[in-house]
């Protein structure tokens, strides 16, 4: 669709809610000086004596207005809302069915919430705004809260020098077809993994230094991918051990494997994971439909997936997370479901339901967002919940399938820190490897970034980049 802005500059806010009322549509801003032409909309902020107007119109002539709060300057960022409303507003009744996050496009719903409740509201009270200023469905509203609740939580427990860790292992045994991250085939990147390893025994040690010459206290590590249980055996030992010499794990509540495919996982590595204190791993099926696996690339089977869990299970006391999409190409809502009841058999004590996301450079695409309905997510939940899980953590991205959102449940007790911290950033998290960012979350709200090399060459190739990054970090941490 077209869209010009008249009277404001706020690209982003009008862009984002294009592409999520319309993903499927190319969204291209129109000029300044031309008159709009085509299947157009007019995002416009009007001033006048009696204030602000944000506006909207189409090419058919519908028009919305919303007055803005009186005295609301116009450089204020709650201007945004006014327009996206307006805009909502017009072009929300031209779809089949309401969204079911309204005219939220953010990806954080819970940071939202957990902004209202530092306002004032209570839970009630963000559930009636989400309702009523943002169009969120009732049941997505109160989703939205639920995980807004439990980071509202961790955000008031944590303390100064609390710090959480992250290292990526960016090499998985094949490429899933719907996968847009920096992981690396095995079968032609395998010669890549020793020297990744080494390099990151390196950036390990220095991390060390700099948390510990800055009296950090690491609350919990996470090691993720690409699928980290990739290593071999020993690559493994050498970097758990690396992780366990350099780092304080005094205030460590939490350490997590996300091993994640099942034929990379074997007793012997998930015995030395244990020897070394992780308590947490991942098993990841995606879907148990044969069919559907094969489909998007996967080299296992459904029957591997509860082989390995039951290993996991004999082999230690891990709490054990598995990752579900809904909206596999070739997938349907009978599948789905059978996926859901196979997994809760199991038994895990974290399930995460995703919903299948377009993304840039993943080879595989879904056709209209309306191909996987709120219906057959919400009846997923439902069977997760009454099974006694419940939401924690939720995002949304980007040409998600139905613009509906991921979400982790647990069982009581068993969610995971990091995934609240890092998803919600509510505290600072240190990432280590290629594609890791680190982030020092302020009182203010503002967020430092540094930012690893981002594929694995650049990584081995560049420890002075590494230790700028380090060094950078250390200053930053003087006065943080
Ligand atoms: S296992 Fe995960 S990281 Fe690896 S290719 Fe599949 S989706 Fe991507």
Redesign the pocket.
């Given at each position: 669709m077209r869209f010009y802005l008249i009277g404001h500059d706020r690209v982003n806010p009008v862009l984002q809610l294009l592409i999520c009322l319309f993903p499927d549509e190319e969204h291209v801003r129109g000029g300044n000086d031309e008159e709009p032409f085509g299947e157009f909309v007019v995002s416009e902020l009007r001033r006048s004596a009696d204030g602000l107007t944000a506006a909207a119109r189409d090419y058919r002539g519908d028009v919305r207005e919303i007055a803005c709060p009186a005295g609301l300057d116009s450089d204020a960022p709650a201007v945004s809302e006014y327009l996206r409303r307006a805009l909502y507003l017009l072009l929300a009744e031209r779809l089949d069915r309401a969204p079911e996050w309204g005219m939220l496009t953010g990806v954080k719903p819970a940071k939202l919430v957990r902004n209202m409740m530092e306002q004032g509201l209570d839970a009630a009270g963000a559930e009636k705004r989400l309702r009523e200023a943002y169009s969120v469905s009732p049941r997505r509203s109160r989703l939205a809260v639920e995980a807004g609740v439990v980071s509202a939580r961790y955000r008031d427990a944590m303390q100064p020098r609390d710090i959480d860790l992250y290292i990526g292992i960016?090499f998985?045994?094949?490429?899933?077809a719907?996968?847009?991250?920096v992981?690396n085939?095995v079968r032609r990147w395998g010669h890549m993994v020793e020297p990744y390893v080494a390099a990151l025994l390196t950036e390990v040690e220095g991390m060390g230094q700099v948390l510990a010459q800055h009296g950090r206290q690491i609350r919990s590590i996470y090691i993720g991918?690409?699928?980290p249980s990739i290593l071999s055996a020993s690559q493994l030992e050498r970097l758990l051990d690396a992780v366990c010499r350099h780092f304080d794990r005094r205030m460590l509540t939490e350490f997590t494997l996300e091993a994640?495919?099942p034929e990379t996982i074997t007793a012997e590595k998930l015995r030395i994971a244990s020897q070394y204190g992780v308590g947490r791993i991942s098993i990841?099926p995606?879907t148990m439909n044969e069919a559907v696996l094969r489909g998007v690339?996967?080299l296992h089977t459904a029957r591997d997936i509860v082989d390995c869990y039951h290993m996991a299970r004999e082999t230690a006391d891990f709490q054990i997370n598995m990752d579900l999409i809904a909206g596999l190409p070739g997938d349907d809502d009978e599948s789905l479901t059978d996926s859901v009841r196979q997994v809760l058999a199991l038994e895990p004590d974290n399930i995460t339901l995703h919903c299948m996301a377009r993304k840039r450079g993943a080879p595989l695409r879904f056709g209209a967002t309306g191909e996987l309905a709120a219906e057959t997510v919400d009846h997923c939940h439902d069977m997760i919940t009454a099974a006694g899980y419940a939401p924690y953590y939720l995002y949304r991205q980007k040409y998600i399938a139905g613009g509906l959102e991921n979400v982790g449940f647990a069982r009581p007790g068993t969610e995971c820190r990091y995934n609240v911290v890092m998803m919600e950033e509510i505290g600072d998290v240190a990432a280590l490897g290629s594609g890791g960012v680190t982030k020092l979350v302020y009182a203010d709200g503002r967020i430092e970034r540094i930012t690893n090399p981002k594929y694995p060459t650049e990584y081995i190739d560049g420890p002075e980049k590494i230790r700028k990054n380090l060094s950078k970090l250390a200053k930053a941490l003087e006065n943080h």
């Open positions: 960016p998985c045994p094949a490429k899933c719907y996968c847009s991250f992981s085939d991918g690409g699928t994640g495919r990841n995606q690339g996967r």
